[in-house]
């Protein structure tokens, strides 16, 4: 018999639908229920394509007498921490102050007043490596609730008031300036890995928003160093395992320093960060390696994770069926040596060991390889060959058992994929991929949006969830909006950002110190109102808003949005020069900020004009860090930018100012292209 998540929209909660635990879905009435019994609530938190979720599911969730004891003693609740950000990180900071570190599954105990009192991950069914059953952790705080009630409250409640006292040090409201980012960048060379690309040891994520953070800072100052940084890694990274080489896109992290074996995993904001991540290295280096890997991630991502209304699906799993109907993780990528003569023939087999680091130990469990690119002469193979057996080692792959996908659509995540497809297909001429980021922002308007202009946080089949968008959805989904604006030159995209930025100015900011919350004030109340500055997975929804309450700023002249912006990257003054690798994203906008960031109008009669493109063309390969881009007929309404800007002697013409400083116009793109390099 189904359970109370059979009515839900998420994967992860469908997942559940049929254990024999009586699920509740995170909402009032499950805690009133608590209440009206008088027993805990157990919170446990995970996501669609999370592998030790999905292994404490089956060996616990769907077991009946594990499900009997849980009914009786607890009432349980059931959380997508993609669904729900906001009780994610509430509970997942008391994990990690309690127990000192966290992570998926996470489990936690509440009262039915939703304090905490105790915290776990992942439990296995019978005791191991000093870890107790979750069975055992079961009994031991069902005994405690019945027997010591008056300490339990204590804890919880102390436990509480602790949280509310961990206010972030806010360092003060001026931008940093040179020599914060200096710091950063000295921080960066510290940790960075020379011989491998990355910061830091294994297991190893993509840095991809300290990579623009690198690429804007060579391209602000010249710093050599900081530009060798990030084509290293982007390299080290694009040779890898972490790199799918026959079908594109990026998994979620490398189990080891060297980018060789994955966590298989494919998230949809890696991949949105790190196509555009590669495409700004095309842009201020030509190197072919990342043109290659910006569009195929773009396709990767166009091909395999874009849903049927135009939004983009949240991930692929890890794991799928290896052909015995077992499912294990990355049984879908990898290869043996044997694999390969079956599907290409004794010689060919040879040529792709050889070109893919397939070797007969393996470098993945049971002999398996995992597609790298380990050879540096990629010169000494012939391409036609390559290009044969990569097509057909994919159509192969394309016959086995495929990951799962979670079909949810994410709004933050959504947005950082507009951006991405937006750019990425100005870049290189594609414009289907520009088509595809104007559906996934028509979705998100009709959707995501009510008239208020105020978002959902996540969608699937169509259908709106129930749940508020956070920080990051406004920020990002604005981020994606003007990135938009800019390719087009539709002025839509910049009013629908406006509209967003001016709800983070409302109900995201303090006014009294210029900080920012992730939920919004009229938002369900927890125990604490999230705030977290620092970058992880993917761009905080506070730096994410500075960034792109910047560009509106730059876009519109608006004062209270560069002022919220300046204000916001108070904060990166303070972490950028102690912990640059976890607020790439605030130290890419503080470069944003120390250059101006410039404002670049291009009027022409159309955008079908040669020399009206060729501008635009050349405003959009621009390095300045930040740049906005308008463009349009002369006298236009479509962008503040464009207005009192003529044609000169009646030719398309290029207008760039910074700091209330403008250039003279200039109707030669070699102009316009030194002006923005300068």
């Not at 359970?3 to 995170?26: F, G, I, K, M």
């Not at 060996?59 to 004891?69: G, L, N, P, V």
């Not at 110190?513 to 009229?522: K, V």
């Not at 050349?618 to 308008?630: E, R, S």
Request: proline share 6%; charged share 25%; hydrophobic share 40%.
């Amino acid at each position: 018999m189904a359970n109370r998540l059979a009515h839900e929209t998420s994967p992860y909660l469908l997942q559940h639908a049929d254990n024999p635990v009586d699920w509740w879905p995170w909402s009032p009435e499950a805690f009133e229920e608590a209440r009206r019994r008088d027993v805990p609530v157990l919170l446990s938190v995970g996501y669609s394509s999370c592998h030790w979720c999905h292994v404490m599911a089956h060996e616990s969730f769907e077991d009946q007498q594990t499900a009997e004891y849980l009914n009786a003693h607890y009432v349980s609740v059931k959380v997508d921490r993609e669904e729900r950000p906001d009780v994610d990180a509430v509970y997942m900071e008391a994990v990690q102050a309690a127990t000192g570190q966290g992570g998926w599954p996470m489990t936690v105990i509440l009262t039915p007043d939703a304090e905490p009192f105790y915290f776990g991950t992942y439990f296995p069914p019978s005791p191991r490596q000093g870890m107790p059953s979750f069975r055992q952790v079961l009994q031991g705080v069902h005994q405690a609730w019945d027997e010591r009630r008056d300490e339990v409250t204590e804890v919880a409640g102390k436990i509480v008031r602790d949280l509310a006292g961990r206010e972030i040090s806010y360092g003060d409201d001026r931008t940093p300036g040179e020599e914060e980012l200096a710091q950063a960048l000295l921080g960066l060379t510290r940790e960075y890995d020379p011989q491998r690309g990355g910061f830091g040891g294994a297991p190893k994520f993509p840095p991809s928003m300290v990579l623009e953070f690198l690429l804007r800072h060579h391209a602000r100052t010249g710093a050599e160093g900081a530009l060798q940084m990030a084509s290293d890694t982007c390299e080290r990274m694009a040779r890898g395992g972490i790199y799918d080489q026959l079908g594109g896109g990026f998994a979620r992290y490398s189990v080891d320093r060297d980018w060789v074996v994955p966590h298989f995993e494919k998230m949809l904001y890696d991949n949105a960060l790190l196509c555009r991540v590669y495409a700004h290295l095309w842009r201020a280096t030509g190197s072919e390696l990342a043109r290659r890997v910006a569009l195929e991630t773009a396709d990767f991502m166009v091909r395999e994770l874009r849903t049927n209304e135009g939004g983009f699906a949240s991930a692929l799993d890890a794991d799928s069926d290896d052909g015995t109907g077992k499912h294990v993780e990355g049984a879908y990528y990898v290869w043996t040596p044997e694999q390969l003569r079956e599907v290409l023939g004794e010689q060919d087999a040879e040529l792709a060991a050889q070109y893919f680091g397939v070797t007969e130990e393996g470098t993945f469990e049971e002999g398996a390889s995992v597609l790298q690119l380990p050879q540096q002469q990629e010169g000494l193979f012939d391409a036609g060959k390559i290009a044969s057996v990569r097509e057909r080692l994919l159509a192969a792959r394309a016959e086995r058992s495929v990951p799962g996908r979670d079909d949810k659509v994410v709004a933050a995540w959504n947005g950082l994929a507009i951006a991405a497809l937006a750019e990425t297909g100005a870049y290189f001429d594609r414009p289907d991929l520009v088509e595809a980021a104007v559906a996934t922002a028509d979705l998100l308007v009709r959707l995501h949006l009510d008239e208020q202009a105020r978002l959902t946080r996540t969608s699937k089949d169509g259908h709106a969830g129930a749940n508020a968008g956070v920080l990051e959805d406004y920020a990002d989904v604005a981020e994606g909006f003007l990135a938009l604006a800019s390719v087009t030159g539709e002025g839509v995209w910049l009013e629908f950002a406006g509209f967003l930025l001016d709800h983070v100015l409302v109900r995201f900011a303090d006014p009294e110190s210029g900080s920012l919350y992730d939920t919004a004030a009229d938002a369900e109340q927890l125990i604490r109102r999230p705030q977290d500055p620092t970058d992880n997975a993917a761009p905080s929804g506070w730096t994410a808003a500075a960034n792109a309450l910047l560009g509106y700023a730059a876009h519109t002249g608006s004062e209270p949005h560069r002022t919220a912006a300046e204000r916001a990257l108070g904060v990166v003054k303070a972490l950028g020069p102690r912990v640059p690798r976890f607020i790439g994203w605030g130290l890419a906008a503080a470069e944003a900020v120390l250059d101006g960031p410039r404002e670049v109008a291009i009027v022409g009669p159309s955008l079908d004009h040669e020399g009206t493109r060729t501008l635009h063309r050349t405003a959009l390969l621009g390095t300045a860090p930040g740049a906005v881009v308008a463009v349009g007929a002369p006298e236009s309404d479509e962008f503040p930018l464009l207005m009192d800007r003529p044609l000169v002697g009646g030719d398309p013409a290029a207008y760039v100012c910074r700091n209330f400083t403008c250039d003279a116009p200039t109707t030669e793109a070699e102009r316009l292209r030194a002006v923005l390099s300068d």
